[in-house]
């Protein structure tokens, strides 16, 4: 198995931040990648980031990047995981959103809803239910 780690927007993507701008999407996404690239690869889990750099990739880019490592491994031994926060707003003033949530595309493959699936059954063993909605199928 190869994680293939994504991290969200670059550091000249604009908004993307706390009201006060303390929390920066781009930055914090890039040292929880680190933090689980860090722990996988101690299990001994192939990782590879997708978007090692700083700044905007586009979405094009991103995907190619992601097909080469497919080709290199194979389609069924990759798994890809792209961090991201949402927003609880776009008014400018805090508010009071927790959680977490897995989400995969609409024709997903099985394997695809059940990874989801665990992700979002183990958030909720941390107690990181958090007040969004979550379906019955957990993703």
């Not at 198995?1 to 914090?28: F, Y």
Request: net charge positive; charged share 20%; with cysteine.
């Amino acid at each position: 198995m190869v994680i293939l780690l994504d991290s969200a927007h670059g550091i000249n993507t604009k908004g993307k931040c706390s009201p006060d701008r303390s929390l920066l999407e781009w930055q914090w996404s890039r040292e929880i990648v680190g933090m689980i690239e860090s722990a996988l690869n101690t299990r001994g889990i192939v990782t590879h980031r997708v978007v090692p750099e700083n700044n905007d990739v586009p979405l094009s880019t991103r995907c190619q990047r992601v097909n080469n490592f497919c080709k290199r491994y194979g389609t069924s031994k990759c798994l890809l995981v792209s961090v991201h926060i949402n927003a609880a707003g776009g008014d400018g003033k805090w508010h009071d959103a927790r959680g977490f949530s897995a989400w995969v595309a609409k024709n997903a493959s099985a394997k695809s809803n059940d990874v989801a699936s665990m992700f979002q059954v183990k958030a909720e063993s941390l107690g990181l239910k958090g007040n969004r909605c979550v379906p019955s199928c957990k993703y």
